[in-house]
């Protein structure tokens, strides 16, 4: 009998492992998906700076937040540069007065960081914000999480302790003098003033070889789904013709230029440029010195120039905007949601810059170490809420089969109303974009969803309606 009880215990002992193992390989997450065109029709991208996103500034302190990400709506994670920074020429201060770290006080010496673009190697990552095992668990955490991660690339050139600077000084742009110099602005003939970094010379074809190689390395050996590539306009069109159809050789990519220029997108180069004209354009109206009339304008023009499934990144705030430019709060006023809200249903992708889903208001410090506010409220509500809207709406798809954007008549020149439309759903964006109550008469009619409200609402052509400075309507069919 006792026999008898021992193998049957064996049994169900055998029994629960297999039970087990058979759950945990249930509950495994599953690979994300292969990167493809159908992600760009209703993501939004966010954009994460590790150093200022905690108050540790390190992978680990974001990573634990990726999932609570979903919620509002990303799906793409663009991660400012990760590199270890140059300690020659550490900036202290921007400006035209600048300072390097080593101009300070001994003792504050430590506290400036340097800026992320001056690189000193493109293979590792900065201790500042951990290993490199902590940036492969938010890679990882970021696909079981269902999104993709682009690395912050900085082609154009590299801090002063690369390197290259001493193996090979012929990758760098020199003077007459044979010096290695800083960057030059093309349209001025004149330094940019970036006296941190060294400028790097795409003649070099040694140069080409090895920066291709660099970012086939974080596709191969890092997983990575792709870069946002830092003034990618001032890098020789060549070079991208050459060495993006090679890293998709490798893996199906994201690609983001910070760039305008519609070339850089011709034939599936980049997925994705810069929409700087719609940025600008949004703050100058919220400001008083443009009108809906711009904004018209802008729109006729983009179409004009950008082929049907060109892709534009639509932004209120970045990493150079907030730090050098202003707050949206300081830039948009009482405009900020209302524009916020367009940069969601216009044609395109809205960028999300770490701290605006907490309503940061105030410019975080670029070369010292600073914090984001990390308390939900009023500001994670919005996003949260035209998240879902892009993310579950066709109407609002912005890739390269995107839904179409058609203008509606008002009376009145401060009102922009339109539609976006894709396979019979419909979503409409009106909105008074002054600052002054207005009447007026929308050539619209029937019987929608007012979705930020989520409540009915009917709109009659012959009616006059009142609206406030700044108030705007989502109506959805």
């Not at 193998?7 to 994300?32: D, F, Q, R, Y």
């Not at 030059?184 to 400028?199: C, F, Q, R």
């Not at 401060?414 to 050539?443: C, M, P, Q, T």
Request: hydrophobic fraction near 35%.
């Amino acid at each position: 009998m006792i026999k008898k009880i021992a193998i049957t215990l064996v049994a169900i002992i055998l029994m629960g492992c297999k039970n087990e193992n058979k759950s945990s390989a249930t509950e495994t997450p599953k690979e994300i998906a292969k990167f493809s065109s159908d992600v760009e029709e209703n993501a939004v991208i966010y954009e994460v700076n590790i150093r200022q996103y905690s108050p540790e500034g390190t992978f680990n302190a974001f990573t634990k937040d990726i999932p609570q990400l979903k919620e509002l709506g990303v799906k793409i994670i663009w991660v400012m540069p990760i590199f270890p920074i140059s300690q020659t020429k550490r900036k202290a201060t921007g400006g035209d007065d600048s300072k390097f770290a080593s101009d300070m006080p001994a003792a504050e010496q430590h506290k400036y960081l340097g800026s992320y673009y001056a690189v000193s190697d493109f293979k590792k990552v900065n201790p500042e914000f951990g290993t490199i095992e902590d940036f492969r668990n938010l890679v990882k955490t970021a696909h079981d999480n269902g999104m993709y991660v682009i690395l912050d690339w900085v082609p154009n050139l590299t801090g002063w302790d690369h390197t290259w600077i001493k193996q090979h000084p012929e990758y760098y742009t020199q003077n007459a003098k044979g010096e290695i110099i800083d960057p030059i602005n093309p349209e001025t003939g004149k330094s940019w003033g970036w006296s941190d970094v060294a400028d790097l010379n795409y003649d070099n074809q040694g140069l080409r070889k090895e920066m291709a190689a660099d970012m086939l390395h974080w596709i191969k050996n890092e997983n990575i789904d792709g870069f946002r590539c830092d003034v990618a306009s001032n890098v020789p069109l060549d070079f991208w013709q050459q060495t993006i159809p090679q890293l998709r050789k490798e893996k199906n990519i994201f690609m983001l230029a910070e760039a305008w220029e519609p070339e850089l997108l011709k034939d599936g180069l980049f997925d994705m440029a810069y929409g700087w004209e719609a940025h600008h354009t949004m703050n100058k109206i919220a400001q008083g010195k443009e009108t809906v009339k711009n904004w018209d304008a802008y729109i006729e023009k983009i179409n004009k120039d950008y082929e049907s499934n060109d892709i534009l990144m639509n932004f209120v705030d970045n990493h150079d905007e907030n730090s050098w430019n202003g707050t949206t709060k300081s830039r948009l006023g009482r405009a900020e949601e209302a524009i916020t809200a367009l940069s969601y249903v216009m044609p395109g992708m809205p960028l999300i810059y770490s701290g605006n889903e907490y309503g940061l208001d105030y410019s975080l410090k670029f070369f010292e170490k600073d914090s984001i506010p990390k308390s939900k409220g009023v500001a994670w509500e919005l996003r949260a809420k035209l998240g879902k809207l892009k993310s579950g709406n066709i109407a609002l798809n912005g890739g390269k089969s995107k839904a179409s954007y058609t203008r509606i008549k008002t009376d009145n020149e401060n009102v922009l109303a339109f539609k976006r439309e894709k396979n019979g759903k419909k979503v409409y964006y009106i909105a008074n974009l002054s600052a002054e109550s207005v009447n007026v008469k929308i050539d619209l009619n029937g019987n929608f969803t007012n979705y930020m409200a989520g409540k009915s609402m009917g709109i009659n052509s012959n009616q006059v309606y009142s609206v406030l400075p700044w108030q705007y309507y989502i109506l959805t069919n």
